[in-house]
């Protein structure tokens, strides 16, 4: 039984048959409809969600299955003092797999140590977001066809946001990836990927304030949300929220075939008028999300998919 709370959890070739068949399942859903007949998904969310949360629970739905669970912590017994270890025991007597979002870092581990089902990180925290990453990676090889020799540009909240960090770990693993890094000074990168990860390895990268500067040399730029419910005092929220805006006359200084991402909600950082540029795929994005949670699921409930 096997549990997803990091990327680190998943090895390359893993990743690359979940990627193939994400990539079958969109084809031909309907070939996958019934191979989750009888079975049950949990959705354990203590923290708010749109995307992660429903795109689960359409994952599950359209494989055959059925889903059940919270969408705040309010409504479960966490008021009432009840530990994730005790909900986990709870929850494996009456589902087959359970996807938890949670705002402590490692609560989702805390599950997976406790339970007798695949327990799904859906987000801890700032810590990571291994289903997003798994989101991003399968857009940006649908859409660019490789994970190898690209530059990738980050722009935002480098600090605080989990999809960056799940993002550049999982990067690091693909041939002649490059990172530019661009954030406020408060904002940058941990310490643990600058140094333990993109140090330790070798990875080369650079750290910059401008987005302008640096646009015209990006293959992806990964847009991310400066999220108010991580800062410690409203007076810094407000000074950095639209540091960075995305607009149609910055996207001319980009190349023709970068493609924007963005793990949404967005706020200000990209301006609608964006949306309508073949470039951004945010919303594609969402799509291919759902068709690699469907992919995970069955692989982590061991199904068979040679059909
Ligand atoms: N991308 C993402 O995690 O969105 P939600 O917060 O809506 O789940």
Known sequence: MKSVISPLDLDVEE???????????????????????????????YEPSTRTRLSFEAAMLRLGGKTMGFASADSSSATK???????????SSFADICAMRHPKEGAPAV??????????NAGDGGHQHPTQTLTDLFTIRSLKGRLDNLVVGFCGDLKFGRTVHSLIRALVNYKNVRFIFISPKELMIPDYIRNDLLIEKGIPFEEVTQLEDILPRLDILYMTRVQRERFFNEEDYVRLKDFYILDKKKMELA????????PLPRVNEISVEVDKDPRAVYFKQVEYGMY????????????????
């Open 15 to 45: 990743v690359n048959d979940l990627m193939d068949l994400g990539s079958r399942i969109m084809a031909d859903p309907k070939k996958y409809s019934h191979m989750c007949d009888g079975k049950i998904l949990a959705t354990l969310f």
């Open 81 to 91: 003092g009840e530990t994730v270890a005790d909900t986990i025991r709870v929850i």
């Open 111 to 120: 599950a997976a140590a406790n339970s007798t089902i695949p327990v799904i």
């Open 255 to 262: 190349r023709e075939d970068m493609l924007v991402l963005h």
């Open 292 to 307: 690699i949670r469907m992919a995970l699921i069955l692989h982590l409930l061991e199904l068979d998919t040679g059909i």
